[in-house]
C-alpha cells in the first residue's frame, strides 16, 4: 500500500528541489488566486463573455509566439539567472496589478496589456523551470518529482480559486492582487537555493537555434510520440467548453453542478497524484502514457453517454486521474530523452502544445457541439482520440523504461 503511494523520496534526498518545490507550490496559489481576480475584474467593468474570453487570448498568444525563442534562450543563457530575472518580470507584473487594483481598476485595454506582459514573462520561465530536475534530481527520481510538481499544480488548481473569490469578496481585487505579489517572496526562496546552472552551449540565434530544437522533436520518436500524444488527447476530447451545455441539458442549468463538473476534474487528479507510486515506479512512462491516454478518451466518451448525475461526475473523477497520470508520464519521456543542450528548446514546445491543445481542442468541441449537440461532441471526442492514441503508438516509440540505478 505504501508503495502507491506518492514517493516524496525526492523531497527528502534534495533539500535544493524540496526548497525549490515549496516556493513553487505557495507562489502557485497566489498566481490561481490572480486568475480569479481578473476574471472578475473583467467582468464588473464590461459585463461582455467576449471580454472575459479575451482574457485567455491575450494569456495563450505570448506562449506560442514567444515560446520557441524563449527555449532557445533557456538553451544559451545561465538558466538560474534567467528564471531569476522572469520571475521578477512576474512579481512586477503582479504589483502593477496590485496598484491599478487599489486605485480603482485601469481600462480593461490597460488591465489586457498587464496580462499580456506578464504572459511573456511566463512565456520564458516555463521553458527554463522545465530544464531544473535534471540537475536536482537523479534519473530514478524525475518521474517522482515530476509528480510532486503535478500535484503541486492540481492543488493550486483545486484550493486557490475559491480562496480568490473568498479574498476578492472581502479585500478586492487589489488585496488579492497584492497577497499574489507577496507570494513571489517564496518563489524566489526556493530559486534561490538552485546551483548555478553552466550554459548548455554556443547557439547560433534565432531561427537557426529553434529549428534545431524542432528537428530534434522530429528526430527522436519517444518526445515526438510524447508530445503527438498530448496533442491528441487535448484537441480531439477537450471537454470543458461543454460543460454548460451538458449541465443545461441533462441536470436543469443547476450552477452547483456545474461546479461539480470543475472540481470533479481536479478531484481526480488530486487523487492520481497522492497514488502516482503506482506508475512513477513502474518504470514505463510511455506504456503508462498510452494507456492513461486512451482512459482519457474513454472515460470522456462514457461521460457523452450517462445521464445519471453521480455516475457523470465518476466519469470526470477518472478523465480527470488520467489526465494526471499522462502528463506526469509524458513529462518524464520528455525529461530522460532530451539532452541538456537542448532541454529549454524542447521544454518550450512542450509548454506550446500544452498550452494550445486545450485551447483549441475546446473550440474543436464547441464547433461540433453547435454543429450536432453536445453529447455528439464528446463521444465523437472520445473515439477519436483513442484511434489517435493507438495509430500513435504504432507508429512511434513512446513504451520507453527507465534508466535502472
Not at 473550440?363 to 453547435?370: I, Y
Request: aromatic share 8%.
Amino acid at each position: 500500500m505504501t508503495a502507491a503511494l506518492i514517493d516524496i523520496g525526492p523531497l527528502r534526498s534534495s533539500p535544493v528541489f524540496r526548497r525549490y518545490w515549496i516556493g513553487r507550490t505557495l507562489s502557485g496559489f497566489g498566481s490561481q488566486m490572480t486568475a480569479v481576480a481578473v476574471m472578475f475584474q473583467v467582468w464588473e467593468q464590461t459585463g461582455s463573455a467576449v471580454w472575459t474570453g479575451a482574457v485567455g487570448l491575450c494569456q495563450a498568444l505570448p506562449v506560442v509566439l514567444f515560446g520557441l525563442f524563449a527555449g532557445a534562450l533557456a538553451d544559451r543563457a545561465d538558466r538560474r539567472r534567467l528564471y531569476l530575472l522572469t520571475k521578477a518580470g512576474l512579481a512586477f507584473s503582479s504589483a502593477l496589478l496590485t496598484v491599478q487594483g487599489l486605485l480603482g481598476g485601469a481600462p480593461v485595454a490597460g488591465l489586457l496589456a498587464l496580462i499580456v506582459v506578464q504572459s511573456a514573462f511566463g512565456a520564458v520561465s516555463g521553458p527554463v523551470a522545465r530544464t531544473f530536475l535534471p540537475h536536482l534530481l537523479a534519473p530514478e527520481e524525475r518521474g517522482a518529482g515530476l509528480a510532486l510538481n503535478h500535484i503541486s499544480f492540481q492543488a493550486s488548481m483545486l484550493v486557490g480559486p475559491a480562496l480568490g473569490g473568498l479574498v476578492v469578496g472581502w479585500l478586492g481585487v487589489g488585496g488579492c492582487y497584492l497577497i499574489d505579489t507577496v507570494t513571489f517572496l517564496a518563489a524566489f526562496y526556493g530559486v534561490a537555493a538552485l546551483p548555478r546552472l553552466p550554459v548548455a552551449e554556443r547557439l547560433d540565434p534565432g531561427l537557426r537555434a529553434v529549428g534545431e530544437g524542432l528537428r530534434f522533436v522530429g528526430r527522436n520518436p519517444a518526445v515526438r510520440g510524447a508530445l503527438l500524444t498530448d496533442l491528441a488527447a487535448t484537441l480531439l476530447a477537450m471537454p470543458m467548453s461543454l460543460f454548460p451545455l451538458i449541465n443545461a441539458l441533462r441536470f436543469d442549468g443547476d450552477p452547483r453542478t456545474l461546479g461539480l463538473f470543475l472540481s470533479a476534474v481536479a478531484v481526480g487528479g488530486v487523487l492520481a497524484s497522492l497514488l502516482s507510486g503506482t506508475f512513477t515506479r513502474w518504470g514505463r512512462p510511455g506504456a503508462v502514457m498510452v494507456g492513461a491516454s486512451t482512459v482519457w478518451g474513454l472515460a470522456l466518451a462514457l461521460f457523452g453517454l450517462v445521464t445519471q448525475p453521480w455516475l457523470g461526475l465518476g466519469c470526470l473523477v477518472l478523465a480527470g486521474a488520467a489526465d494526471t497520470v499522462a502528463v506526469v508520464s509524458r513529462a518524464t519521456v520528455v525529461q530522460l530523452h532530451t539532452p541538456d543542450a537542448l532541454m529549454g528548446r524542447v521544454a518550450a514546445a512542450e509548454q506550446i502544445v500544452g498550452q494550445a491543445g486545450p485551447d483549441l481542442g475546446n473550440l474543436r468541441a464547441g464547433l461540433v457541439a453547435g454543429a450536432f449537440s453536445g453529447p455528439v461532441a464528446l463521444v465523437s471526442g472520445g473515439v477519436l482520440c483513442v484511434v489517435a492514441v493507438a495509430a500513435i503508438a504504432r507508429t512511434t516509440r513512446p513504451s520507453v523504461s527507465l534508466p535502472r540505478p
